[in-house]
């Protein structure tokens, strides 16, 4: 059983388009995150979720936009796409915001998006 | 001052060698620190963490060494195998009031010569 799954794993699309990725969770956390992969490896924090409560919302343009309609699934819209929006974005969950010793995070495999 | 700094950015390594990756960071109020592990076309992985009131944690080949002192901490690798070429990164957890986000280092590619 896949833990944190992502919908789709590729996403090709036009600059202007609007695309949305899906997350789901089946490990009863109560926070969830999306992270962005750049070419480099760098990983950073976007959104986090508790409780479907919005706890963290980076410097991220308002193109994005994420929804969380329950504890167990968060979803990315992204609106208006540019070519710099390219990178991997990865869903994460874990019991308490940020993980702790004993709850860390728990990634899934990431959607690679490219805009073209 | 929620920076993790990483280093090196790659490090090659003969099969049975030791790896050594270190990270530093500026702010005392970190509460937890993670490693992760992630191969290619996969999500990061928790690999070890450790508390801040600990100095060493040891998990079959893998160690971390923390220095509260110096505000560093290390990932080594013993008996390093090509199976654990990865990319590895270091993280950090702020405990304050910013809803403990966790931060991550920069990442280290990490290749095993057989």
């Known amino acids: 059983d896949t833990a944190v799954s992502q919908t789709p794993k590729y996403l090709v699309t036009q600059m202007g388009n609007d695309k949305s990725i899906k997350c789901e969770q089946n490990?009863?956390?109560?926070?969830m995150y999306w992270y962005k992969q750049d070419s480099k490896k760098f990983l950073k924090i976007m959104f986090s979720y508790n409780n479907k409560e919005l706890i963290i919302n980076e410097t991220v343009p308002n193109r994005f936009s994420p929804k969380s309609p329950d504890k167990a699934h968060l979803n990315l819209h992204i609106n208006s796409l540019e070519l710099g929006d390219s990178a991997v974005y990865f869903c994460?969950?874990?019991?308490?915001?940020?993980?702790?010793?004993?709850?860390?995070?728990?990634f899934g495999n990431g959607t690679r998006l490219t805009v073209t | 001052q929620q920076q993790v700094k990483q280093s090196p950015q790659s490090l090659i390594v003969q099969k049975g060698g030791i790896s050594i990756i270190n990270c530093a960071y500026e702010n005392t109020a970190f509460d937890y620190f993670p490693w992760y592990q992630q191969f290619p076309g996969k999500g990061p992985a928790l690999l070890i963490a450790?508390?801040?009131?600990?100095s060493e944690k040891k998990e079959g080949r893998f160690t971390i060494s923390f220095n509260k002192s110096a505000k560093q901490f290390s990932l080594h690798i013993m008996d390093s195998q090509p199976g654990d070429s990865a990319t590895y990164f270091c993280?950090?957890?702020?405990?304050?009031?910013?809803?403990?986000?966790?931060?991550f280092g920069q990442g280290t590619i990490l290749t095993v010569h057989p």
């Open positions: 450790i508390r801040p009131d600990v």
């Open positions: 994460a969950s874990s019991h308490f915001p940020g993980g702790s010793y004993n709850s860390p995070l728990h």
């Open positions: 993280a950090a957890k702020f405990g304050g009031t910013s809803y403990g986000k966790l931060t």
């Open positions: 490990l009863g956390h109560d926070t």
